[in-house]
């Protein structure tokens, strides 16, 4: 089936430590998109990738990091300088252009040991 | 992207029709209405959008003023797996450069269906 794949489901950071959290997508969609949900809040824009070896700073960059270098995949690395990464982490993908819309993976739940 | 506005909860019961109302009344012409929902602790689930004709999928009918101020998604029959948040979000395409189509979500609607 085809759909966006985000490991791992649940995730521990120790203090210092750098993470990175796997997306993978099979739609062949040029865009993709990581979001993060805080509790009782809306998704908040990280980064976005709109074509291979592109991506640009979204709302609240600071602190994480991101590359693009295959289509399927665009992992997040959440730094040690991110000093609040408790949250819900999502990502999600989408044709480039026009109004299609965008499809989300099941998420990566961060928190703090 | 046009702010949106919600009722914070509604109740509905099993196999009747759940209408979930969104006001959007600044939206712009290019701008399209989305509806998403998001079960505790899964990401959201795309479930229809349109620009201002009424549409129908699978999942829901989506019905758009004549003025596209407003909208109703409505899930004809509902279940006990529909209860979940609902959320409306207005955007314009994504055309590239800062129109990069993020997606706001506001505070949406918890719709709870009962036995």
């Known amino acids: 089936d085809g759909g966006i794949t985000q490991s791992p489901k649940y995730l521990f950071r120790k203090e210092g430590q750098n993470v990175t959290l796997s997306c993978e997508q099979n739609l062949n969609h040029d865009a993709m998109y990581w979001y993060r949900q805080d509790p009782g809040q809306g998704l908040r824009l990280i980064y976005y990738s709109q074509i291979v070896n592109d991506f640009q700073k979204g709302d609240i960059a600071e602190g994480y990091s991101v590359s693009r270098e295959k289509k399927e995949s665009f992992p997040l690395t959440v730094t040690s300088a991110q000093k609040n990464p408790t949250a819900f982490y999502l990502c999600a993908s989408s044709i480039y252009q026009g109004y299609q819309p965008q499809h989300f993976g099941d998420g990566t739940r961060l928190s703090i040991l | 992207d046009a702010k949106t506005t919600q009722p914070p909860s509604m109740d509905c019961a099993e196999g009747r029709a759940a209408n979930l109302p969104c006001n959007h009344s600044?939206?712009?012409?290019?701008?399209?209405v989305y509806w998403y929902r998001q079960i505790h602790s899964q990401g959201p689930q795309y479930i229809i959008h349109?620009?201002?004709n009424n549409e129908t999928n699978e999942m829901a009918s989506l019905i758009i003023t004549e003025d596209r101020k407003s909208s109703t998604l409505i899930l004809p029959h509902a279940t006990l797996r529909d209860t979940a948040v609902y959320y409306c979000i207005v955007r314009p395409p994504n055309a590239g450069g800062t129109s990069y189509g993020k997606l706001t979500f506001g505070q949406g609607t918890i719709l709870t269906v009962h036995p």
């Open positions: 600044t939206i712009s012409g290019n701008e399209y």
């Open positions: 349109g620009l201002k």
